[in-house]
């Protein structure tokens, strides 16, 4: 069993930057991507970013410039930074690893945190 907790949510104003962390329970080595997803109220959960073993990056095209993801594999971490936040940028972000391959599609991803509130002001 893999456990993730997010942390780092908050509200902020349009314009603002933000970083979430995603502390994982086994060696991020050991995972082969990890991504970030979102969910909206009333949407369904997307796609926001991802980042390989091997450090690869792929982003959804409504963040692409304005998030950045990265890991930490000496303390199997994955991180979102945010920049230039926008309202519509309101959700809960989850963060998720995909023990074997790489997507970005929300079934591919075999363990999730439980969220964490990302509100932003206009």
């Known amino acids: 069993q893999v456990q993730l907790v997010e942390s780092g949510g908050g509200l902020v104003q349009a314009g603002d930057s933000l970083g979430l962390s995603c502390a994982v329970s086994?060696?991020?080595?050991?995972?082969?991507?990890m991504g970030w997803f979102r969910q909206a109220p009333g949407k369904e959960r997307e796609f926001v970013a991802a980042v390989s073993r091997s450090g690869g990056t792929y982003y959804a095209d409504v963040v692409k410039g304005r998030f950045t993801i990265s890991r930490n594999n000496a303390n199997n971490t994955v991180y979102l930074q945010m920049n230039s936040l926008k309202p519509e940028d309101t959700a809960v972000y989850y963060c998720a690893v995909d023990l074997t391959g790489w997507s970005t599609r929300r079934r591919d991803y075999d363990y999730w945190g439980q969220g964490t509130q990302v509100t932003v002001s206009s």
């Open positions: 086994v060696r991020t080595l050991s995972v082969s991507s």
